[in-house]
T-cell receptor
Framework: EAAVTQSPRNKVAVTGGKVTLSCNQT?????MYWYRQDTGHGLRLIHYSYGAGSTEKGDIPDGYKASRPSQENFSLILELATPSQTSVYFCASGAGTISNERLFFGHGTKLSVL | AQKVTQTQTSISVMEKTTVTMDCVYE???????LFWYKQTASGEIVFLIRQDSYKKENATVGHYSLNFQKPKSSIGLIITATQIEDSAVYFC??????????????FGSGTQLTVMP
């Protein structure tokens, strides 16, 4: 079973501060994703990557940056955190092939921006 | 742009009964892939079942099955003989391919299922 590990599990940040959420996967998946989950909106895609060195904007990228320095690691960066970014963030990975398209999710990071 | 809509915010059923959760989607693609994921109370999100649009047979995995109605752009999730542990939030999702060739999942807003003893 693919393993996706997020850190930290919980984070309290101050408005205007920088926040980095980290994600590590051990199954050598090409694709990695960052979603946020808010009540009434389900999961919304922020950024994704299809390999080391690549990042792509998802549906709601404003206020976020992403970094994929290696196949295993994918970070989400909030340069200037705002209270509206208080949410639960999920990282996911996937092989990216039609025959094996399921995503594997981390356990989530609960971020509170005060 | 593709869109996935789940109109049922929450459903409550008695244990051992059958429940259907609705999902409709919008796509311009002739071939597409649909998924259902489950989020437990602990927050864990796991893949349940998948339907490929070119397949006429409805997918079935364990006590999960799909009701795929292509003309209606509908993919319902059916859970038979529900158990207390089926209580969770269920997300419908569709695969979308970006211009770069990579793909992403577009999720619906989810349906909270409560199974009562």
């Amino acid at each position: 079973e693919a393993a996706v590990t997020q850190s930290p599990r919980n984070k309290v940040a101050v408005t205007g501060g920088k926040v980095t959420l980290s994600c590590n996967q051990t199954n050598n998946h090409n694709n990695m994703y960052w979603y946020r989950q808010d009540t009434g909106h389900g999961l919304r895609l922020i950024h994704y990557s299809y390999g080391a060195g690549s990042t792509e904007k998802g549906d709601i990228p404003d206020g976020y940056k992403a970094s994929r320095p290696s196949q295993e690691n994918f970070s989400l960066i909030l340069e200037l955190a705002t209270p509206s970014q208080t949410s639960v963030y999920f990282c996911a990975s996937g092989a990216g092939t039609i025959s094996n398209e399921r995503l594997f999710f981390g356990h989530g990071t609960k971020l509170s921006v005060l | 742009a593709q869109k996935v809509t789940q109109t049922q915010t929450s459903i409550s059923v008695m244990e051992k009964t059958t429940v259907t959760m609705d999902c409709v989607y919008e796509t311009q693609d002739s071939s597409y892939f649909l998924f259902w994921y489950k989020q437990t109370a602990s927050g864990e999100i796991v893949f349940l079942i998948r339907q490929d649009s070119y397949k006429k047979e409805n997918a079935t995995v364990g006590h999960y099955s799909l009701n795929f109605q292509k003309p209606k752009s509908s993919i319902g999730l059916i859970i038979t003989a529900t158990q207390i542990e089926d209580s969770a939030v269920y997300f419908c999702a569709m695969r979308e391919v970006a211009s770069s060739g990579s793909w992403q999942l577009i999720f619906g807003s989810g349906t909270q299922l409560t199974v009562m003893p």
